[in-house]
């Protein structure tokens, strides 16, 4: 038998069929109101310009409402922090979601923590991390808790398994380890001054590639039936394992594209579905 295809894409289509019935309940109880989900995108990088249409897009698909802010390149941090305000203070606004990265001389980390938890819904304030760390009510970062909905849907267990996630941004392999972690994974957590990378992956029975290079992660490292992650995606397109000569001994993987990504844009988009509904008090 072949290895399971952990196939997000089919799996995101499912989502937004469940969340299309949620939001025509909320506007049926909020005097047709759609929950909206507002994007702040600062600067003209193209990559990003493309994420906040395809976010906008889904929103349409499952008839919620997007609100776009579009900032200038030489936007500062007060300025960015005052856009910020006026959303939180916005009751019609749900979600709202500063699109990674920003120019550099924008202070990141302040405007992510500007953003009020309950608007929280791509999980980027440290409130937010530290809550789902302790396993309290929090909207988890968009890319791993899209991963977690991935690996419940087809059934793999965590209970007692050796992860590895290999790389630790605090949007996707901190929150990543954490959230294996709650659900009794042991966990690994290696970067780029990790000693013996590829004898520490090769002990893994869950292995997620989030690192940001193209094949960082060889074939040869991942053992005989082991789950591969890959949450990277790279011109070629290409994730961040070797997935190619690694399909033919995994028990399952994700494939790069139509994994990882459409579980992020569908984690974010119900993550705001739930916000709207906990505002009416239906959540």
Not at 6 to 13: I, P, S, T, V
Not at 82 to 95: A, R, S
Not at 220 to 230: F, L, S, T
């Amino acid at each position: 038998m072949g290895a399971i295809i952990l196939d997000g894409k089919a799996l995101a289509k499912e989502i937004e069929r469940e969340l299309l019935e949620r939001v025509e309940i909320i506007k049926q109880k909020s005097g047709g109101r759609a929950p909206i989900l507002a994007t702040i995108l600062v600067g003209d990088d193209p990559a990003s310009a493309t994420y906040v249409r395809m976010k906008g897009n889904a929103c349409a698909r499952v008839g919620m409402e997007s609100l776009k802010i579009i900032l200038h390149q030489e936007t500062t941090t007060r300025q960015l922090l005052e856009e910020i305000d006026k959303l939180n203070e916005n009751p019609d606004v749900h979600g709202l979601l500063l699109q990674h990265p920003v120019p550099e001389q924008i202070d990141e980390r302040a405007a992510f923590e500007r953003i009020k938890l309950e608007k929280d819904v791509d999980g980027v304030t440290c409130l937010g991390f530290g809550r789902m760390a302790m396993g309290e009510s929090a909207y988890g970062s968009a890319t791993p808790a899209g991963i977690m909905k991935l690996l419940d849907h087809y059934r793999i267990p965590f209970k007692g398994k050796h992860a590895v996630v290999v790389g630790r941004s605090p949007i996707l392999g901190k929150p990543l380890a954490m959230m294996l972690l709650n659900r009794h994974a042991t966990v690994t957590v290696c970067h780029s001054r990790t000693q013996n990378l590829p004898d520490i992956v090769r002990q893994a029975d869950i292995i997620a590639g989030a690192v940001g290079k193209p094949e960082f992660v060889k074939a040869d490292w991942i053992k005989e039936g082991a789950v591969i992650i890959d949450a990277g995606y790279n011109p070629g397109p290409v994730g961040d394992v070797e997935l190619s000569a690694a399909i033919h001994k995994c028990y399952a993987y994700t494939p790069v594209p139509g994994g990882v990504g459409p579980m992020t844009i569908a984690t974010l988009i119900a993550q705001t579905v739930e916000a709207g509904e906990k505002a009416l008090s239906i959540a």
